[in-house]
């Protein structure tokens, strides 16, 4: 069965501190996808990034990146320069059914702070 | 344009009563998801739906669980003889199909059995 753990149930940050937030996953399946949502104080999921477990090349989208990597089963996410808007629980995510990629796997989320 | 609509955004019911949790998608999208957050157990998937095809059921807790999905839109999330343990966030998700496609998830009901 899969599993998602996040280790870190609480960052508290100075803004334009830069953060990493730690995903490590378990599964026996070779094709898997791995998520990672953002749940501002609002309480919607949204969406950040899907990665496929073929591809291992890290990514970046202003001031967010993720490194996956497969050695070690992990998946994490950083933000560079903080900033109070980053503030929200960070769910990591997985799925292993090609047929419906959206039926997720949870961490339990890490609640980062960004202080002012 | 809307995004996945859900409601009541709260309920509070007395245990042992049958509630509905509504979920209106985003026009179009097909595939319908139900999750679960609550401080004990994190973000659990509850059920599936994906067009015509019977749903993926899997993660339904108990028997008291149910869900409809009417014309492949609005879907319904049912809970009969609430319990305590049944207070949480039951949150939607919607995405255009059943692959790997991106789902947007609505801002959930907040279910509070007293």
């Known amino acids: 069965a899969q599993k998602v753990t996040q280790a870190q149930t609480e960052i508290s940050v100075v803004e334009k501190e830069d953060v990493t937030l730690d995903c490590v996953y378990e599964t026996r399946d070779t094709t898997y996808y791995l998520f990672w949502y953002k749940q501002p104080p609002s309480g919607e999921l949204v969406f950040l990034i899907r990665r496929n477990s073929f591809d291992e090349q890290n990514e970046i989208s202003g001031r967010y990146s993720w490194n996956f990597q497969k050695s070690t089963s992990s998946f994490n996410f950083t933000i560079t320069a903080s900033q109070v808007v980053d503030s929200a629980v960070y769910f990591c995510a997985l799925s292993e059914s090609i047929n419906a990629g959206n039926m997720l796997t949870f961490g339990g989320g890490t609640r980062l702070m960004v202080k002012p | 344009g809307a995004g996945v609509s859900q409601s009541p955004s709260n309920k509070v019911t007395e245990k042992g009563k049958d509630v509905e949790l509504r979920c209106d998608p985003i026009?179009?999208?097909?595939?319908l998801y139900w999750y679960r957050q609550s401080l004990g157990q994190g973000l659990e998937f509850l059920i599936y739906?994906?067009?015509?095809?019977?749903?993926?059921k899997s993660g339904l807790p108990s028997d008291r669980f149910s869900a409809e999905r009417t014309g492949g839109s609005v879907s319904t999330l049912t809970i009969q003889r609430t319990q305590q343990e049944d207070s949480a966030v039951y949150l939607c998700?919607?995405?255009?199909?059943?692959?790997?496609?991106?789902?947007?998830f609505g801002q959930g009901t907040r279910l509070t059995v007293v």
């Open positions: 739906f994906q067009g015509n095809s019977a749903p993926d």
């Open positions: 998700a919607s995405s255009p199909g059943g692959g790997y496609t991106e789902a947007f």
């Open positions: 026009s179009g999208h097909t595939a």
